[in-house]
């Protein structure tokens, strides 16, 4: 839907603004070009490069500063999260190396990638240590993936003794140096985590507003409210909240909606998310958008913002209810349970060059 495009071009329009914006600290920060510049150093020294983009966005998440370094042997792009970006769009283009870093058998098969490209590039070399270099944007998964590869690899090795640990959390920026994990042995493989770096100009407003929704940029530099805005106007304009319908029936929660917690962001419990997905699902389908008009959908947030008081059990007499609700929301969104969206475009050319290996692997 047009209307989509206009609210996330206006949203990144701010941001764009916000990253010229020096007393802000913007979103590349120096701490941030820093790293940059100690990624770029390391790369001529590694044996692989291991590019994390987030499967929602897999253009927009681009990691800039190696475009330009790209080389067909020693460039892997993986799709993390793919959990949480839309299946039929992700098979459809055979993206491969899609991976959700939370899942043993998705990582098990990016071990083995990993593996047989690392060994390939060292056949006849007498060094038989492999080094890989996992680089990409904040918050697509580096430190989980890293932290999976090494915790499968030292139980494949059945290597005892202290396992490591990076920071992995849904605030970005966790990571602040590089450092390596072991993930193989016989030849021993290293994997270098990275701190997440977002070039100084992100290429479109577009870009820009798809990056801090999916967590890449700091919400506090946005505003949780501007960005449950526009997370709304996603969620109305796509077709996810219909098949909430076919368990709408009766008012009560079916049983097979409640789920193990998979996260410790996880928090909202079963029934809350049930009446959270209840009240969108009433609210868009009576509203019956039908222009591409910006204040008919601003109208149609507005309407969800307050019922979804309701649904998240806040005061409607509270002063911080929307910011609230905003943070609530953002958080169903980014653990995928308000369902599964792809936001980028997805070209055929999205073909990736690593398909092969992934079947073979
Ligand atoms: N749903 C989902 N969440 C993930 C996945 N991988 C990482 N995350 C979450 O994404 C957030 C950022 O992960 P982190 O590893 O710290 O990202 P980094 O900044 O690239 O190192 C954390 O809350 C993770 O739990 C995944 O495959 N699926
Ligand atoms: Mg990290």
């Not at 914006?21 to 790293?35: D, E, I, N, T």
């Not at 409640?258 to 809350?272: A, E, G, N, V």
């Not at 959908?297 to 911080?320: P, T, V």
């Amino acid at each position: 839907m047009a209307v989509v495009g206009s609210f996330m071009r206006r949203l990144g329009s701010t941001i764009r603004d916000i990253g010229w914006s020096k007393g802000l600290g913007g979103w590349h920060s120096p701490r941030m070009a820093a790293a940059e510049r100690a990624i770029l150093e390391r790369v001529p020294m590694v044996d692989l490069l291991v590019e994390v983009r987030d499967a929602r966005i897999p253009l927009a998440s681009a990691f800039e500063p190696v475009r330009h370094l790209f080389h067909y042997d020693k460039h892997v792009i993986v799709l993390n999260k793919v959990d949480l970006a839309d299946s039929s769009l992700t098979e459809e283009h055979h993206i491969c190396l899609a991976v959700n870093s939370h899942n043993h058998n998705s990582i098990k098969q990016l071990l083995n990638v990993v593996k047989k490209k690392a060994k390939d590039l060292k056949v006849g070399k007498i060094n038989d240590t492999a080094t890989i270099l996992l680089v990409g944007i904040p918050n697509v998964g580096k430190s989980a993936i890293a932290n999976s590869l090494h915790l499968l690899g030292r139980i494949d090795a059945l290597e005892k003794g202290k396992l490591k640990h990076a920071t992995v959390s849904p605030v970005p920026g966790e990571t602040t140096d590089i450092r390596g994990y072991k993930i193989a042995s016989h030849p021993n493989i290293y994997v270098f985590d990275t701190p997440g770096v977002l070039p100084a100009e992100i290429a479109d407003e577009e870009s820009g507003s798809k990056l801090a929704l999916t967590g890449a940029i700091n919400d506090s530099l946005i505003g949780e409210y501007n960005l449950a805005r526009l997370l709304l106007a996603v969620l109305s304009s796509s077709n996810v909240y219909k098949c909430w319908e076919k368990f709408s029936t009766d008012d009560r929660m079916p049983s097979n909606l409640r789920r193990r917690r998979q996260f410790s962001s996880d928090h909202t419990q079963d029934f809350i998310v049930w009446d959270v997905r209840q009240t969108l699902l009433k609210i868009i389908s009576s509203f019956q958008l039908h222009s591409e008009k910006e204040e008919e959908m601003e109208g149609l947030i507005e309407c969800e913002f307050n019922a979804l008081c309701e649904a998240f059990r806040i005061s409607i007499l509270s002063e911080d209810r929307y910011n609230v609700v905003a943070s609530k929301l953002l958080n169903l969104y980014r653990t995928g349970r308000l369902g599964r969206y792809t936001l980028d475009p997805i070209p055929e050319i999205l073909v990736f060059h690593s398909h092969q290996e992934h079947e073979d692997g």
